[in-house]
């Protein structure tokens, strides 16, 4: 089993920056690649970004390329969401996945989930 936890949300006014972490415990060793997705209220959750643990490729949603970052450290078993230039639009539920196979921007295809943090963009 992997659980998760993340930590950085909040609240912050458009044009500004949140880093989001996501800690994962239990047996990491067999996670493949981690992500983020993000659910705003009455709308489905939504890919936002992944990375493959090993390699370290990257994938983002074209809504936040130029503006959010995903890196990781292997050695702590953390993975980031640096985001930048926050809209009003991002506001949701942001859940960290993990998965012991795969990479995909579909939530179906993650094995495991935090329990998510908000963050909140005023105009």
């Known amino acids: 089993q992997v659980q998760l936890v993340e930590s950085g949300g909040g609240l912050v006014q458009a044009g500004g920056s949140l880093r989001l972490s996501c800690a994962a415990s239990?047996?990491?060793?067999?996670?493949?690649?981690m992500g983020w997705f993000r659910q705003a209220p009455g709308k489905e959750r939504q890919f936002v970004a992944a990375?493959?643990?090993?390699?370290?490729?990257?994938y983002l949603a074209d809504s936040v390329k130029g503006r959010f970052t995903i890196s990781r450290d292997n050695a702590k078993n953390v993975v980031y969401l640096q985001m930048n230039s926050l809209k009003p639009e991002d506001t949701a539920v942001y859940y960290c996945?993990?998965?012991?196979?795969?990479?995909?921007?579909?939530?179906?295809?993650?094995?495991?989930w935090g329990q998510g943090t908000q963050v909140t963009v005023s105009s």
């Open positions: 990375i493959r643990l090993n390699g370290g490729s990257t």
């Open positions: 996945v993990a998965d012991k196979e795969k990479v995909s921007t579909q939530p179906g295809e993650y094995e495991y």
């Open positions: 239990g047996r990491t060793f067999s996670i493949y690649a």
